[in-house]
């Protein structure tokens, strides 16, 4: 590949392939996760990377630009903050924003004698709290997790596929990350009875620096082209279940001209009676309604 004024130019159908992929993209690829283990680390921090990247796998590699990688993991470790975990995100593979959290309580994987999902299993991820609703620096780290964690995008799940769940509840500065296993027990009828199994990792995390996008920087991050873009249909709404409601618009009706159903008693009656009425009125006597 040459560069000329800042614009790379393929030399190669290889090259150019290569190119392709890192381009923008409608749908674009399940996010990578980089994860990074700093200078001086603790046997705590050391082994939380290695259960999220358990936890993120096969979507997470133990270097960003080369791996294509768009978040990544930082654990450090020092006297001013001990057993520290920084999760981020790229843009354009530069930084787009970063979160630290404090590690104060911390069971591994292996510390929780249950049996785990299998790799790559798609998480169901929960939200527990307030401050995840309106606290600005909680409403970034929702979003954070949530692009960390989600996985791959599916048109569709089956129900014995859903049996991972990450559980991150906001509760008095603290952030609680419990991982639990679904399972499926009989109830008697066809819908099971679920019960929910820890199977590790489980965190206590405390809020601690945060590097935040700017308000401008994170709408062009989170812009999407306009082919992405559903189509708006006019008198078409939903409401909260997705149900679709549709608005007819019909044209005044003129009552006078509406035509109703004809009885038989409405009709005008036969013989001497009517004879009598008809010499008073005998245009109307001939008439008979139908």
């Known amino acids: 590949m040459k560069q ?15 190119l392709d992929n890192r381009a923008p993209k409608l749908t674009e690829n399940v996010k990578n996760a980089m994860i990074m283990k700093g200078g001086n680390t603790s046997m705590t921090v050391t082994q939380a990377l290695k259960d999220i990247y358990a936890l993120k796998k096969p979507s997470a590699e133990f270097f960003s630009k080369k791996t294509d990688s768009s978040l990544f993991l930082f654990g450090s470790h020092n006297k001013k903050r001990p057993n520290n975990l920084i999760f981020g995100r790229l ?28 790799e ?25 997790l949530t692009d960390f964690f989600r996985g791959p995008v599916v ?4 129900l014995a596929g859903l049996e991972h769940a990450l559980h991150f509840t906001a509760l008095e500065g603290k952030i609680y990350m419990r991982s639990y296993r679904s399972l499926l027990k009989k109830s008697g009828c066809r819908t099971p009875r679920i019960e929910l199994e820890e199977i590790g990792p489980s965190f206590d995390f405390v809020l601690r620096r945060t590097h935040l996008a700017s308000d401008d920087l994170y709408k062009t991050a989170h812009r999407q082209p306009k082919a992405l873009k559903p189509k708006k249909k006019k008198n078409i709404s939903h409401d909260t279940f997705g149900t679709k409601f549709g608005r007819l618009h019909m044209q005044k009706q003129d009552l006078a001209k509406l ?16 004879a009598a009425e008809g010499e008073t009125s005998p245009k ?3 008439v008979e309604v139908e």
Do not use: W
């Open 91 to 118: 843009f354009d593979f530069h930084v787009l924003d970063m979160i630290e959290l404090g590690i104060e309580k911390y069971n591994s994987l292996n510390e929780i004698k249950n049996s785990k999902c299998p």
């Open 284 to 286: 109307t006597a001939k």
């Open 155 to 158: 048109p569709s799940v089956r």
């Open 120 to 144: 790559g299993t798609k998480p169901m991820l929960v939200f527990a709290g307030e401050a995840f609703d309106h606290d600005d620096d909680h409403k970034r780290l929702k979003s954070l």
């Open 259 to 274: 035509q109703t159903r004809k009885m038989k008693g409405l009709r005008k009656r036969r013989g001497p009676a009517a």
């Open 4 to 18: 000329k004024e800042g614009v790379i130019k393929p030399k190669t159908k290889r090259a150019k392939r290569f």
